[in-house]
């Protein structure tokens, strides 16, 4: 009960942030709740079904780009091209799973493949010119006011409830799949996939449903960073660096948990926040400087809670008897 | 095949033997410690800068440098394996990736602030100077390269065949329990392992320093070129990392000449797709 709580204190918390938040902290909240809703979908592949993905990257740049394209090409409403990203997504997903798990490829082998095609088509995106190549993919911008959800043009604002639905959204489908027939299969092939193959359940398939849902939902994270940020570049969209931002979230939080993925962007976000608002302080920026710290401070957590910041805290609270999310 | 396109695959097969020696590294790190070195090529690039300094404020060439740079860099590996990466070898690999990942965003930042975004390269007196065999041109910085990778990959193989100390670190890899217990130090020859792996990266950082320039973003680039290598040749297996390096070095240039050499990691993922779809043991590796 305390946990449905704290959750509903939470949403409520997030969803009354911008009476009080200026633009800055609104543009904070805003990506704790993008990395929380990334890191949730990324979650159902890894801490679920256990398979790890260290190229997520690659789905929400599907994502991004399709949507984009359509958007900037033939002026195709943003809410039309995210149903084509996703649909790109999931094929990528399900092409990769199949591919992967067919093969038997497992463990680092299974994440090296798919770290491998997220840079493969991230150098096949800086040659693609009509995608504007390295140079980047530019969204038009007519203006910043209203709401549009149709084309998913509008006020700030607009977007930070959208990521807040989105985010209130995974949360709840994360709830009802760990209570599914699927999300048991899931959990039973994490544990051991041997035995669930014994049991009789389909692990191949119990695994593809989990890329296929994990990439969709990672894809439309994709769109909605595009259509926010209105610019996309391949070396970042399918990089490496943004993997492992996805990834960040859930690990530092507590991998296969529901709250983890939360908890973990709510302290990573202001961590990077702080860090860039000390050394502005201190007058001493040189490039560089921000991200070390962050990588020591990160160095810190991953040595000292290595099962992730939640179940620790959820300890400490002590409601670890009341069912787990 | 024109005499052109000859120089190009031999200059690839030269470049390929130094990724071979940077692949031997992290095969051996991963085939005994059985942690992925996801920091290896931001080791090889703090590699780079330290044969960088030593040639621009000593003026030592590279190739003189190379055997201290190992050295210092055997001693980082062996400490940051008994300090940090010992107490994760038994935690499952996603923590091993965050760990490593976390210490390459340590290194390469740390290098952006001491060195600057800018790339830095050597020039050596014979940077110029070329062999001419028939029609064939060989440089001789990459001649020279090469014959050292290939030296210290050979004398790596003997060590671990021929020396008791070898064969102890390869019990480990065979059969964990069975050298604990026989009575065999697992910890030291943890940690003199990956003291060997960045010992290996040290080699050959200092001498990639004289075939390509170093800046920050080349360390990530290096990670996912071993890696590749490693998969390809077949984890564990040596002579495929000697195998595998030669082969991406001639993908690589193959692909600049056919096509764009930008394009030339696309094609080295390529192959490791197929490699990792057909045959994940590698192309020399034992079947798992």
């Given amino acids: 009960m305390k946990q449905h709580f704290a959750l509903i204190a939470l949403l409520v918390l997030f969803a009354l942030a911008p009476l009080a938040a200026g633009p800055y902290l609104l543009s904070v909240l805003m990506l704790v709740l993008y990395m929380a809703y990334l890191g949730q979908a990324w979650n159902i592949m890894m801490g679920f079904a256990g398979q790890l993905s260290l190229g997520h990257s690659l789905y929400g740049g599907l994502g991004a780009y399709v949507a984009a394209a359509l958007f900037a090409q033939f002026g195709v409403p943003g809410a039309l091209g995210l149903v084509a990203g996703v649909a790109v997504a999931v094929a990528a997903g399900a092409a990769i799973g199949a591919l992967g798990f067919r093969f038997g490829v497992k463990g680092v082998y299974f994440a090296l493949l798919t770290i491998a095609f997220a840079e493969f088509t991230r150098v096949l995106f800086e040659h693609i010119p009509g995608l504007g190549g390295p140079g980047g993919l530019f969204l038009p911008v007519a203006s910043r006011s209203g709401v549009d959800l149709l084309y998913l043009r509008g006020h700030p604002l607009m977007f930070y409830y959208l990521i807040l639905a989105m985010t209130a959204g995974i949360f709840l489908l994360c709830r009802r799949l760990l209570d599914s027939r699927l999300g048991f299969y899931w959990l039973a092939v994490r544990e051991d996939q041997e035995a669930a193959a014994a049991l009789g359940i389909n692990v191949f398939r119990a695994k593809l449903w989990a890329v296929m849902l994990s990439a969709g939902l990672t894809s439309a994270g994709g769109v909605f960073f595009a259509f926010y940020y209105n610019s996309l570049f391949p070396a970042q969209a399918f990089g490496m660096g943004r993997s492992i931002d996805i990834i960040l979230a859930p690990i530092v939080g507590g991998l296969g948990t529901l709250f983890g993925p939360i908890l973990g962007a709510l302290i990573l976000t202001p961590l990077g926040e702080v860090i860039t608002w000390g050394t502005e302080a201190m007058g001493y920026n040189p490039a560089g400087l921000k991200q070390l710290c962050y990588g020591l401070a990160m160095l810190g957590i991953v040595k000292f809670r290595p099962d992730g910041v939640w179940p620790w805290l959820r300890r400490r609270l002590g409601w670890d008897g009341e069912g787990t999310p | ?288």
């Fill in chain 2, 1 to 288: 095949m024109s005499i052109d396109l000859i120089n190009q695959v031999i200059t690839g097969l030269l470049t390929g033997l130094v990724y071979s020696l940077l692949a031997l590294g992290l095969s051996v790190i991963f085939g005994v410690v059985r942690v992925v070195n996801f920091a290896h090529g931001e080791m090889t690039a703090l590699a780079m800068y330290g044969a960088w300094a030593l040639a621009t404020y000593l003026d030592l060439d590279p190739l003189v440098g190379m055997p201290l740079i190992a050295v210092v860099m055997f001693v980082c590996g062996y400490g940051l394996q008994r300090g940090l990466v010992d107490s994760f070898v038994s935690k499952p690999e996603h923590m091993q990736f965050i760990l490593m990942v976390t210490l390459a965003i340590i290194m390469v930042n740390a290098s952006l602030l001491a060195f600057g975004p800018d790339a830095h390269g050597i020039q050596v007196s014979y940077g110029f100077d070329t062999y001419e065999i028939g029609p064939l041109l060989i440089d001789k910085v990459r001649l020279l390269s090469a014959a050292a990778a290939l030296t210290i990959s050979l004398l790596l193989m003997g060590f671990f065949r021929l020396t008791l100390m070898g064969k102890a670190i390869r019990a480990c890899a065979d059969n964990l329990v069975g050298a604990r217990v026989i009575g065999l130090d697992v910890k030291r020859l943890y940690a003199v392992t990956f003291g060997i792996g960045t010992a290996c990266v040290g080699a050959a950082g200092a001498l990639l320093s004289l075939l390509i320039d170093v800046m920050p973003a080349t360390g990530p680039e290096l990670t996912l070129l071993s890696f590749i290598i490693v998969i390809v040749g077949g984890l564990g297996s040596m002579t495929g990392a000697l195998l595998g390096g030669m082969l991406i070095g001639v993908s690589e240039v193959l692909a600049g000449y056919f096509l764009m050499p930008s394009m030339k990691s696309m094609f080295s993922f390529a192959i490791l797709i197929l490699v990792l779809v057909l045959r994940p043991q590698g192309l020399l590796g034992a079947r798992r």
